[in-house]
């Protein structure tokens, strides 16, 4: 849940509460008509809370599933896209490093088989982000407290790794950020190898 909803629910849930001990300090005060009122402002303050509250869980759970599976083996694997950020841009001036928008994705393997993920795509439709040419990306793996990278992993059951790509360059930070907070970067596509069988899987960033 984040800060904003927090602390929507929090106040809801607050002045939930005082309605709801106003209305039985006016009832004891022979008060009848101002008790009622409290009692349904203050009820109402709670539900709200709470329908928002399981709104926005059912909302977060929705976002970790793929957006599309293929392939027969893809429908059993249980990925789950943990969350996604920006690396800090690079000034173009900073001749060292050639990808200067990285978005990075967290992935945990909640499944029992382990999956060995492919070099990946991105899929940018209408009004999407498109990528820095040629494409790039790398698979990160913390390994001994130090992050490393490759083209391709074998992620264990129970296993967590994160996945940067490339984007335009000749979009804004802020622009990005906005886009990310929506789900509205692109799409991307990780070919996988569970066993002798391939899938693919897709998820919105």
């Known amino acids: 849940m984040d800060d904003g909803v927090f602390i929507g629910v929090f106040l809801a849930l607050f002045f939930g509460g005082l309605g709801v001990a106003y209305g039985g300090y006016s009832l004891n005060n022979d008060h009848p008509l101002m008790a009622l009122l409290s009692y349904v402002l203050g009820g109402a303050l709670v539900?709200?809370?709470?329908?928002?509250?399981?709104?926005?869980?059912?909302?977060?759970?929705?976002?970790?599933?793929?957006?599309?599976?293929?392939?027969?083996?893809?429908q059993t694997l249980e990925l789950s896209l943990q969350g996604t950020r920006l690396d800090p841009r690079v000034p173009d001036s900073d001749p060292k490093i050639v990808y200067k928008a990285k978005v990075i994705a967290t992935f945990f393997n909640r499944g029992d088989q382990s999956i060995h993920f492919l070099a990946p795509s991105w899929i940018s439709n209408p009004g999407d982000v498109?990528?820095?040419?040629?494409?790039?990306?790398?698979?990160?793996?913390?390994?001994?407290?130090?992050?490393?990278?490759?083209?391709?992993?074998h992620i264990e059951p129970q296993g967590k790794f994160s996945i940067w790509v490339g984007l335009d360059k000749s979009v804004p930070?802020?622009?990005?950020?906005?886009?990310?907070?929506?789900?509205?970067?692109?799409?991307?596509?990780?070919?996988?190898?569970?066993?002798?069988?391939?899938?693919?899987?897709?998820?919105?960033?």
Do not use: C
Not at 49 to 68: E, G
């Open 173 to 205: 930070h802020e622009e990005l950020e906005k886009r990310r907070g929506r789900n509205q970067l692109g799409t991307l596509h990780l070919p996988v190898r569970v066993g002798n069988q391939e899938a693919a899987l897709e998820y919105r960033l």
């Open 130 to 153: 498109g990528i820095q040419s040629p494409f790039a990306y790398r698979y990160r793996l913390d390994i001994k407290g130090h992050q490393e990278e490759f083209e391709d992993v």
């Open 47 to 74: 539900a709200a809370s709470v329908v928002l509250a399981f709104l926005r869980i059912d909302r977060s759970t929705r976002q970790k599933r793929p957006a599309s599976a293929q392939g027969a083996i893809a």
